[in-house]
């Protein structure tokens, strides 16, 4: 006899709905406005932005992410990352009890602009993706000259 | 009536049930983090169970499986970005990533043999296969002509 597997049908309602840190279930895409290049609905990672003296540094959960299947785009100030994911459930075995569910990853960032876009580094690593973007050098401060009329 | 127990005669109502008792007694016993971390997923055949884990930033060796009888455990850390980053001035945009101890505990429909569980932590992910012991693996019996 299978089983159709039971999901738990609260965990993705509330897409409004704030990252709580008691309650880890995944987050809902972050908007419609995107366009996915798979017809397949993302979740958006949980992401962790630090700021030190260098720059930022960008820290996003993405379990299945391989370094072949993280990208990463800047258009103008916007920085998206996105990671295809396989599913990886064992093949021929009926699912019992399953608490999440496997999508790929997508998630969109507005920088300022004080930051060296030519220098940004990523690394993925234990399905962690770490981006680190440097602050550009200062920028001269410009006097205007105001000339009378 | 004879009540000879609280077993609904549904193997995944019953699992499910004996999990979250399992979760609640050990939360409130241990100062742990979220009781959903690490999200499990369960498939099955006649002969074993085998379980995936999402764990992203956990490294291998600080993950720890442990199986007794029938019941799994999952213990490790998620380290605090904090104290990764080397300087000393810094501030945080977002946080919204799990940090910290966890530990979960999850009963398995049927005990399982300790000596023959494989598990692999990749990209994040881990994948444990337990078997069961041949001793309980359920037998068929051939029936002979009279």
Sequence with gaps: MTRRPKKNQEAYQDPKAEPDEQDEQKLPAESDGGEPTRSRPTFRPRVDILETQAGLVLMADMPGATPESVEIMLEQRQLTIRADVEDHAPEGMSALYLEYEVRDWERSFTLSREFDMEKIEATMKEGVLTVTLPKAPEMEAKRIQVSAA | ?146
């Design chain 2, 1 to 146: 009536m004879l009540k000879r127990s609280s077993y609904s005669g549904d193997p995944l109502r019953e699992m499910q049930r004996l999990h979250s008792e399992v979760n609640r007694v050990f939360q409130s016993a241990l100062p742990s983090g979220p009781a959903n971390f690490p999200p499990m997923n369960v498939y099955a055949t006649a002969d074993g169970v085998a379980i995936t884990s999402e764990l992203p930033g956990v490294a291998e060796d600080e993950l720890e499986i442990s199986v007794h009888r029938d019941t799994l455990t999952l213990t490790g850390e998620r380290k605090d970005p904090v104290d990764s980053e080397e300087s000393s001035e810094k501030s945080f945009h977002r946080r919204e990533r799990g940090r910290g101890h966890f530990s979960r505990t999850l009963s398995l429909p049927f005990p399982v043999d300790s000596e023959s569980v494989e598990a692999n932590l990749k990209d994040g992910v881990l994948h444990l296969s337990l078997q069961r012991p041949e001793s309980d693996k359920p037998k068929r019996i051939q029936v002979k002509r009279g």
